[in-house]
């Protein structure tokens, strides 16, 4: 999967209230690629829980600092979510960060970016 892919992707992610099936199913595609040893544990409905994305960051990024902002706000919390390599320097080579209306969907898309970049 291209660099360009993943941030396509992102963008679909952030532009979405909820990720539908086409969009799940390319967004399991990426999980397939970032993560192919634990996609198979990955579903769906794992795009939704914050926890399971965390454990996707874990293992396509493991030791990066996770940063978020949002409001606990439904149907749209306007989360923020940076992904960096470190976090006591400004001058990390890839960082990634995305926007959503849930904190899952930012932090998925702020993965497909770092990784996107790295590609």
Known sequence: MSDRTLFELADAIEAALSIDDDLARAALQAIAKIDAPHADAFM?????LTDRIMRLVYHALPGWTVSVKGKAWEP???????LRKTSSRDSDEFI????GPTLPHSLLAALFRAVGHQS
């Open 44 to 48: 769906g409905p794992d795009l939704d």
């Open 76 to 82: 749209n919390g306007h989360w923020v979510c940076s």
């Open 96 to 99: 990634g960060v995305g926007r």
